[in-house]
């Protein structure tokens, strides 16, 4: 099993993309919702692994988070 920060890390990356998939593949919404469980799995991550130990690193994460998804949706509307 990975530790939990590459885990919070690696799904960070998959649910950003695949929010930026969901606007180029029809699929009804299951990309839509795999990207969002794939976030919230990533957000229960990055809370196991940083908000005891790191703080700094979990707000860090917090704000790509926040800022990462409108970044990929609207970047993808822009392309």
Excluded: H, N, R
């Excluded at 990975?2 to 649910?15: F, R, S």
């Excluded at 229960?44 to 703080?55: F, I, L, M, N, V």
Aim: charged share 5%; glycine share 6%.
């Amino acid at each position: 099993m990975p530790d939990a920060a590459v885990l919070a890390t690696v799904l960070l990356v998959i649910g950003l993309f695949l929010v930026a998939l969901e606007l180029m593949i029809p699929s009804f919404g299951l990309i839509g919702m795999s990207a969002a469980l794939c976030l919230l799995i990533s957000a229960w991550s990055a809370y196991q692994a940083w908000w005891s130990q790191d703080p700094i690193f979990f707000w860090t994460y917090v704000t790509f988070l926040v800022a990462g998804i409108p970044t990929s949706f609207f970047g993808t509307l822009y392309l």
